[in-house]
């Protein structure tokens, strides 16, 4: 019998005495986690919008004279768009972002992004994950190095949890995190011998120390045993809250569900893809309308639901790169550069567009088409993980960066 | 070129040194096994056997040659699936999207009575686009669908699906089904994509299943020429911004004027499927190519595109009794809105007034171009051998795709004979995907199938539905981007359903068992994993097996053990 093994059942017996020797428990740092730190853990949800949204049709500069000049029958009206500064406009679907950019906790940061030129989804959304742009070689997600970086004595399994069928890239590394679809799934579901099975199981992958099934397996049963506790079905979202009946909605409001249920989540993921609009995007209404009505209000159902704990949590959305300026011969738009990030939650400084703009006038285009970027990704990523998650180290979460409080917009304080 | 013989002659001569120290050579037993895991989807009951009384390699050979392997078993299985063999134009006669119908029946006052008088009644011009919200559109339908012998689009792809599973379990052309798994990965195509779930039947039938093993650019232009791929990667719209407008007679004119409309605001350059296939398809990300090539590629490929690519009305139009001028959702190259200028195409020159032939120019230089062959090499050894490719194998596997002139066939040889490919290094050590992990299941365990949504349901539970994979990279053959511990869950949990006979549509007779556990336990371990199970494993497992235990619980914990998961 190995150290690990005995150290994990004798542990588990002493949890249910609800008493911990040295070695701590998963359920008992979860239990331990939330006294000690009295619930307020801070968490981030990262969305990311995959297929490259047209970033200049969600925050509209419609300021911009050539904005509509180089988009005959895609741009937003200045009278349709949800005029927030005078310049810059809310799509006119994302009408549930509004009141959250009056109350001063959505902020914006435009013009930001990748400073690599590629426009290719898969090579884009590496970069934005592993946030080593133009390296290809990084084997890990940069969330995964921040939980490296933030080494924590009570640290849970459910530290890290995304919502999706496959580890995303932004979170595969050497420390643990879950992936699933749904929470209600995640159980041996064999009826009556579910529990006996599960036993079985738990067993024989307790001895597997070959590749990454080993590990893989024995994270399983522990957040299994874990999430029963939870009890997910009985869930009922508070303050009024209706989330969309999509998948995305679904995740949301399954990651607030985890946040409420103390599970000691500090890292959510989730996704949302069909951003990749060549052909007939629309305008105020059509294809992008009516992805970015489901997109804001679900993240504005998550804010309502959580209430209170918005104090303690940020969420971050982005996407590879933006689209070209220019509608293409298809109505629709071609890959582009820079794009639009948004920073939601009780402590963003929101009611504000920040990042420089570049301006839209051909000599002040990306390649004389896209977009510039004047805002790099990781200093958004970096002042989330310093100023937010309260990492120490932010160093080894970006190799080859050099991130300082002084490239931060000032979204957080 | 004399390098190159160079550098071959060194690799052969200090390979063999090289590996004599640190691959191990498997048993001729272990060899049988290995083959049925990776040249095909498991042994199913009796296969080790027959394949050891035929010899291995009169097996391999076989299996590269599947024209010459009869296969009445699997196609028996298939007879009943009816997309299978119907054209895209009966697809789109047959399969209507309910919402497109009802436009076209609108625009002929054809509408369904009691939406027609709704949709008068609203003032609407055109009926809802998704009309199915609406609990009455949707009944009247349903009637409309039944009266005219019409079936919801949705058939489609669940029967294709249907078609991939029962091939992977039944045909004795096992490698074909292996290659055409890995080539649909490769040019990967998503379902939901617009009209793709009409177009897929026929890219899987006349573009990747005869091309499966012949010549790569054979493959490559079959794919580049196919609507399903046009439509995905968006060419089918990629006209010349230049081409000459003034002489535009015949088609267009053909057309409704509101279609003309539509015409011609969608002129425009499309980059995305010049992008893709340097990328995915031949040269690999870092193969060489810059945006400037993209673009030169992108204007070659202007013009290629689809006959009527939605269908055309062809349901109203075969209801009404008339045909088609032309097959609906086929290739065909539109001179008139091709960009027939001069282009230069990763150094090479194209020149002008090429038109289709500047296409088929720019497949031919990548199919032969030495990053295609050094990408695509790479990709087939880390699906047959590891994760992990062996760099010298992989050398010397391009080294055969180019000499060979991109024939697969050959390529794989070069693989199955390898040294890596016959070590213990590569024994079992390949995490099965979830479509591997089910196929494989059920073939062992030498189950009946009808491959039907209630087993494919388990895949996409997995994480890998078949034709489910919205961008154009495909699954991911390298374990490590996809074992997680959801997925991990689900391969215990279909374990489990199918051992218990809850796998709808897949059925599963085990033996009636007598005797001590430990003897039933060492027999199943025997069919399921030819035995090669760690000591570890099978101690955990006996220990949870009690006298009054039924064998499907033997099996189910089986299935999910770390050992059932590899290949």
């Known amino acids: ?413 | 070129m004399r390098k190159t013989v160079a550098l071959i002659l060194l690799c052969l001569l200090t390979q063999p040194l090289v590996f004599a120290q640190k691959h191990r050579s498997l048993t001729e037993d272990q060899r049988v096994i290995h083959v049925l895991n990776r040249l095909g989807f498991g042994a199913r009951p009796g296969d080790v056997e027959r394949v050891k009384a035929m010899g291995l390699e009169k097996y391999i050979e076989q299996q590269l040659h599947p024209e010459k392997i009869a296969d009445s078993a699997a196609e028996t299985k298939v007879r009943e699936l009816s997309v299978l063999n119907m054209t895209t134009a009966e697809l789109y006669e047959k399969y209507p999207q309910p919402g497109q119908l009802l436009r076209q029946l609108q625009a002929r006052g054809m509408l369904p009575e009691e939406m027609a008088s709704d949709a008068a009644k609203n003032n609407q011009n055109t009926p809802p686009a998704n009309p199915l919200e609406n609990e009455k559109n949707r009944k009247v339908i349903e009637e409309y669908y039944r009266e005219n012998g019409l079936q919801r689009p949705q058939r489609i792809i669940a029967e294709l699906q249907a078609s991939r599973i029962l091939r992977a379990v039944y045909s004795e052309r096992q490698l074909q089904e292996v290659m055409v798994d890995f080539w649909t990965n490769h040019f990967n195509i998503f379902a939901n994509k617009g009209a793709d779930r009409w177009l897929l039947p026929a890219y899987d039938r006349d573009t990747i299943r005869p091309n499966a093993m012949g010549k790569f650019s054979t493959l490559l232009q079959a794919t580049a020429q196919s609507p399903a791929m046009l439509f995905y990667l968006d060419n089918f719209q990629s006209v010349s911004p230049n081409a000459n407008q003034g002489r535009r007679g015949g088609l267009l004119q053909q057309l409704r004027p509101q279609q003309q409309q539509q015409q011609r605001q969608r002129r425009g350059i499309n980059e995305n499927y010049a992008r893709e296939l340097m990328e995915l398809h031949t040269l690999g990300v870092d193969g060489g190519y810059t945006q400037k090539d993209v673009q030169e590629v992108a204007r070659c490929f202007t013009g290629w595109t689809i006959f009527q690519p939605r269908g055309g009305g062809a349901a109203v139009n075969a209801m009404m009794g008339e045909a088609g001028r032309r097959n609906p959702g086929t290739f065909f190259f539109n001179a008139r809105v091709h960009d027939d200028g001069e282009k230069t195409v990763l150094g090479h020159k194209i020149p002008s007034g090429g038109g289709l032939k500047d296409g088929l120019m720019v497949l031919d230089i990548l199919a032969h171009h030495p990053s295609t062959a050094k990408f695509i090499a790479t990709k087939l050894v880390r699906h047959f051998v590891s994760d992990t490719p062996p760099q010298s194998l992989v050398d010397r596997v391009a080294a055969t795709f180019t000499k060979s002139d991109g024939d697969i066939r050959e390529t794989l040889k070069a693989i199955f004979f390898s040294k890596e490919f016959n070590s213990t290094e590569a024994y079992r050590v390949k995490i099965k995907r979830p479509f591997e992990l089910v196929i494989s299941a059920i073939r062992t365990l030498g189950a009946d199938t009808n491959g039907g949504p209630g087993t494919h349901r388990w895949i996409e539970r997995m994480g890998e539905p078949l034709y489910g994979f919205q961008t154009p990279n495909g699954y991911s053959d390298a374990a490590e981007s996809w074992v997680n511990t959801g997925g991990l869950l689900e391969r215990m949990n279909f374990g489990l359903a199918l051992a218990n006979n809850r796998v709808q549509g897949t059925t599963v007779s085990l033996a009636k068992t007598n005797g001590a556990q430990a003897k039933v336990m060492d027999e199943y371990l025997k069919t399921l994993l030819a035995g090669d199970i760690s000591a570890a494993t099978r101690e955990a497992l006996l220990k949870q097996l009690e006298p009054s235990d039924p064998a499907t619980k033997v099996v189910g914990l089986i299935l999910g053990t770390p050992e059932f998961q590899r290949q």
């Open chain 1, 1 to 413: 019998m190995n150290r690990r093994f005995f150290l994990k059942s004798g542990s588990v017996a002493l949890a249910s005495v609800g008493m911990s020797l040295s070695a701590p428990s998963f359920l008992e740092r979860i239990a331990l986690g939330n006294t000690l730190a009295g619930g307020k853990r801070k968490t981030l949800i990262a969305i990311f919008q995959r297929g490259a949204v047209d970033g200049l049709n969600v925050v509209v500069p419609f300021g911009e004279a050539n904005y509509y000049e180089l988009r005959p029958s895609i741009a937003i009206p200045k009278t349709e768009a949800l005029n927030l500064d005078g310049f810059f406009g809310l799509h006119p679907s994302m009408s549930a972002f509004k009141p959250l950019w009056d109350s001063k906790r959505l902020a914006i940061i435009h013009a930001s992004g990748s400073p690599d030129n590629t426009r290719s989804h898969f090579d884009a959304q590496d970069y934005m994950e592993s946030a080593t742009p133009g390296v290809k070689s990084t084997s890990d997600g940069w969330l995964n190095r921040y939980l490296r970086s933030k080494q924590d004595s009570e640290r849970s399994l459910f530290r890290a949890v995304s919502m999706t069928k496959t580890m995303p890239r932004v979170l595969q590394g050497r420390e643990p995190a879950v992936a699933m679809s749904n929470l209600s799934d995640f159980a041996i579901r064999a009826g009556k011998s579910s529990e006996n099975l599960q036993g079985g199981f738990e067993a024989i992958y307790a001895r597997e120390t070959k590749d990454s099934l080993a590990g893989t397996g024995r994270e399983t049963f522990e957040a299994v045993n874990y999430l029963k506790k939870a009890n997910p079905a009985q869930y009922q979202p508070e303050n009024g809250a209706q989330y969309p009946r999509n998948q995305f909605g679904t995740s949301l409001l399954q990651i607030a569900q985890l946040i409420k249920a103390g599970v000691g989540l500090e890292v959510a993921f989730t996704d949302i893809g069909g951003w990749d609009t060549h052909v007939n995007q629309g305008n105020s209404r059509g294809q992008l309308a009516n992805l970015l009505t489901q997109f804001s209000s679900g993240i504005a159902a998550l804010y309502q639901d959580l209430g209170q704990r918005m104090d303690d949590v940020v969420v971050l959305t982005m996407s590879e790169f933006g689209r070209t300026v220019r509608e293409n011969g298809n109505r629709g738009t071609d890959h582009g550069h820079a794009n639009a990030m948004f920073v939601l939650g009780n402590s963003v400084k929101g009611g504000k567009v920040y990042g420089q703009w570049p301006g839209l006038k051909s000599d002040q285009l990306y390649e004389g088409r896209d977009l510039a970027l004047t805002t790099d990704f990781r200093d958004v990523f970096g002042e989330i993980a310093t100023r937010h998650l309260g990492s120490t180290d932010v160093k080894s979460v970006f190799p080859g960066y050099t991130v300082t409080q002084s490239k931060f917009k000032g979204f957080l304080s």
